[in-house]
């Protein structure tokens, strides 16, 4: 869905979508597993300027692997937005300035509409959290066979080492037994 600029000079466009699964793209780790559903409004904030403003709230569930025990686990998202967005003419930074926090909370955008989809991508995946586990109590897989220790039960000895103190170790061995 595209909200085009002209009609936002006119009025504010209300939004009530459901975009079905495989529609928006993700990432490659991500899948989106059911309708996506949104729904809120934009506006025009300052005609003179172009300063648009997109409230709204969306859900949604995404399905991704267990970082422990690589099995799919389904994420569900339900997110309450608040965007601004800027033409990108207005955006005057650039290399390695620090942005102040009132120009990391505004976006840019070129033309004369706006991708709805994309917005909604982009939101979804800043709700994501940085790890997925499908259990506090998930086991993980063997690093000996690769098994997933929650569905198996695996005789690989698995020894919690320490490289630094292998030198000594050698040095132990080869002097023989204590005695």
């Known amino acids: ?31 989106q597993k059911s309708s996506l559903v949104a729904h809120g409004t934009v506006e025009l904030v300052n005609q003179s300027l172009g300063e648009i403003r997109i409230r709204g709230s969306l859900s949604v569930a995404i399905e991704v692997a267990c970082d422990r025990c690589l099995e799919a686990v389904e994420f569900p998202v339900a997110k309450n937005f608040e965007l601004f967005y800027q033409p990108a003419g ?28 994309e917005i909604l991508r982009e939101v979804v995946l800043l709700a994501l959290p940085m790890r997925f586990v ?46």
């Open 134 to 179: 499908c259990g506090d109590d998930c086991k993980g897989i063997c690093p000996g066979c690769g098994k997933n220790r929650n569905q198996h039960v695996c005789d690989c000895q698995t020894e919690a080492g320490d490289d630094r103190w292998s030198k000594l170790r050698e040095i132990r061995v080869a002097s023989g037994p204590r005695g």
């Open 90 to 117: 207005d955006y005057q930074g650039g290399g390695e300035e620090e942005l102040e926090e009132v120009d990391s909370e505004i976006a840019y955008y070129d033309g004369d509409r706006l991708d709805l989809n």
């Open 1 to 31: 869905m595209f909200i085009s600029l002209q009609e936002l000079e006119l009025r504010t466009v209300r939004f009530d979508v459901a975009v079905p699964a495989g529609e928006i793209e993700y990432d490659y780790q991500f899948r």
